[in-house]
Antibody, heavy 119, light 107 residues
């Protein structure tokens, strides 16, 4: 059974850093395109970042240069390192499993972890 | 970046109604268009992928159509559990943009 479980969210001051983790089971993270998607309170879904099975990474303009997506193949984990956090980064962050090519949909999602950026 | 525009932003309907939600891409995305349903406090759920393929386990009252820039999600006969917010998403290229959402409410 495929499962994604996010952790690492919390309250952080503006300018701070946080690392989100996504523990995957039932499939191999490194064989799939994996994404982070966020949702600000009361707002819609915003795609944040993706890591290809080959290792290439891409980011939304809103987080480029501040966020880094990575994975640990030995632990079957996905990460999102978030630096220079801003109030507008406050959101529930979901990790999502794509497929073996970019066009595959996000078939599985975690339950989300809430990040609140506030002083 | 490819912009995804959904219409309407909100919709009131009754159980048993036929409902259509539209999604337009700012440039051609072939058929790489997905539809998700989200209920409050829950993660999105995949309904339709590749414009018209029904995800396993999703009721057949949901259907999708379109290609290029114009796409449609249809619910043939609304059930109580269908009241939720619906999002389209393109996975033709990065960034894998979402539409702004359509909130389906009970009339």
């Amino acid at each position: 059974e495929v499962q994604l479980v996010e952790s690492g969210g919390g309250l952080i001051q503006p300018g701070g850093s946080l690392r989100l983790s996504c523990a995957a089971s039932g499939f191999t993270v490194s064989n799939n395109y994996m994404s982070w998607v966020r949702q600000a309170p009361g707002k819609g879904l915003e795609w944040v970042s993706i890591i290809y099975s080959g290792g290439s990474t891409y980011y939304a303009d809103s987080v480029k240069g501040r966020f880094t997506i990575s994975r640990d193949n030995s632990k079957n984990m996905l990460y999102l390192q978030m630096n220079s956090l801003r109030a507008e980064d406050t959101a529930v962050y979901y990790c999502a499993k794509g497929g073996i090519q970019l066009w595959f949909p996000f078939e599985y999602w975690g339950q989300g972890t809430l990040v609140t950026v506030s002083s | 970046d490819i912009q995804m525009t959904q219409s309407p932003s909100s919709l009131s309907a009754s159980v048993g109604d036929r409902v259509t939600i539209s999604c337009r891409a700012s440039q051609s995305i072939d058929r790489y268009l997905n539809w998700y349903q989200q209920k409050p406090g829950k993660a999105p759920k995949l309904l339709i992928y590749a414009a018209s393929s029904l995800q396993s386990g999703v009721p057949s009252r949901f259907s999708g159509s379109g290609s290029g820039t114009d796409f449609t999600l249809t619910i043939s006969s609304l059930q109580a559990e269908d009241f939720a917010t619906y999002y389209c998403q393109q996975t033709y290229t990065t960034p894998c943009t979402f539409g702004q959402g359509t909130k389906l409410e009970i009339k």
